[in-house]
DNA sequence: GTCTATAAATGGATAGAC
DNA sequence: GTCTATCCATTTATAGAC
């Protein structure tokens, strides 16, 4: 529900994206539509074919960009298996979540071929390449499957005690896993 | 394409089932239609409701018992990791899959529910048991979540490490995880 | 630039014949 | 018991008016 923007072609586009980007997000690609999206955003559904082509075009625009890990990669090397779990652990926001993206558009067989490429290009492959040492491409993927896992057990099964469970409980438990995935050891 | 059943409803009944397993394994529950599993069972669309109600009902009966991880945890438990792990990594079948099924499925607005109660009371709750010790319930769900993320980045996500990886590297990584978050150490 | 109207395809469910 | 025919809702995409 953004100040429905008209006339201007670029700030609907705008629109048209951050609509996008919650729509997918809640519903994941298949069950969010186009209608949904253009409500959201203050116009009509035609205009999503008019801007991005089709359905698939404008999640491709969205997915350009959405899962590097750069930010989470900064600091000290040695503490990063907390940190990450901290981010884990953090309460869901309601808004714009790349991860929560991921997971309910990933076994669409529209979108699917899109989500993959984009986790194995902005995620997967930086990490492995900053992580190095042996079988990095390995630990990388495994350290990626980790945090995929507890996202979904948490806020798509639902999995009582990680989303209601103790922070910190958690948190003692996943970042040395975490940690050790990282190092190797 | 089981070879098709005529006349009796008990074989037509478990034909639609066996199908049904299949069709979930492979496209998840959006995904498969009713008519495409009525055609591997050798019948028609419309005995799907005649036997089960709905096509939701055909799932809640596919699911009823089919997480439960009983057999997992059978044998010395200080190496359940390592078996865990093992068969983690194990190649692919063609064929029915809980895991695939669970995670094509999960995301599903309207076979959601049925799963996340099938993932808490046939699996976290009883290997939540299984464990004991402090923070059962925590341990518990993060095995299961690490159980999930690989197979959803392996199976799912296609991410190469884990598809294409060394068997052995992997079991080397995974195995200890495993038994540490079980172990509580 | 944006909208309305509609095309075209899909998918679950039901009625009734056999 | 099983099938055929049909209904009804939904969804993406397009044509053309304004």
Same mark, same amino acid.
Do not use: C
């Given at each position: 529900?953004?100040?429905?923007?008209?006339?201007?072609?670029?700030?609907?586009? +705008?629109?048209?994206?951050?609509?996008? *980007?919650?729509?997918?997000?809640?519903?994941? /690609?298949?069950?969010?539509?186009?209608?949904?999206?253009?409500?959201?955003?203050?116009?009509? +559904?035609?205009?999503? #074919?008019? /801007?991005?082509?089709?359905?698939?075009? &404008?999640?491709?625009?969205?997915?350009?960009?959405?899962?590097?890990?750069?930010?989470? &990669? @900064?600091?000290? *090397?040695?503490?990063?298996?907390? *940190? &990450?779990?901290? /981010?884990?652990? *953090?309460?869901? !926001?309601?808004?714009?979540?790349?991860?929560?993206?991921?997971?309910?558009?990933? !076994? !669409?067989?529209?979108?699917?071929? @899109?989500?993959?490429?984009?986790? +194995? $290009?902005?995620?997967?492959?930086?990490? +492995? $390449?900053?992580?190095?040492? #042996?079988?990095?491409? $390995?630990?990388?993927?495994?350290?990626?499957?980790?945090?995929?896992?507890?996202?979904?057990?948490?806020?798509?099964?639902?999995?009582?005690?990680?989303?209601?469970?103790?922070?910190?409980?958690?948190?003692?438990?996943?970042?040395?896993?975490?940690?050790?995935?990282?190092?190797?050891?």
């Amino acid at each position: 529900m953004p100040p429905p923007v008209t006339g201007d072609a670029a700030a609907t586009r +705008a629109a048209l994206l951050d609509a996008a *980007r919650h729509a997918f997000t809640e519903h994941g /690609y298949d069950h969010a539509g186009v209608r949904e999206i253009a409500d959201r955003a203050g116009v009509t +559904a035609a205009l999503v #074919n008019r /801007y991005f082509g089709s359905k698939l075009g &404008l999640l491709a625009e969205v997915v350009a960009d959405s899962f590097t890990v750069g930010d989470l &990669l @900064v600091g000290d *090397r040695s503490t990063l298996g907390e *940190r &990450l779990a901290r /981010y884990l652990v *953090r309460p869901r !926001s309601n808004g714009f979540d790349p991860t929560l993206l991921l997971l309910r558009s990933a !076994s !669409s067989p529209d979108a699917g071929g @899109v989500m993959r490429a984009a986790i +194995a $290009e902005q995620a997967v492959r930086p990490l +492995a $390449e900053w992580l190095g040492g #042996n079988d990095a491409r $390995e630990r990388a993927g495994l350290v990626m499957s980790v945090l995929f896992g507890f996202a979904l057990s948490r806020d798509v099964l639902h999995t009582g005690p990680l989303s209601d469970g103790d922070a910190e409980t958690l948190v003692a438990h996943l970042g040395p896993t975490l940690q050790r995935l990282m190092d190797g050891s």
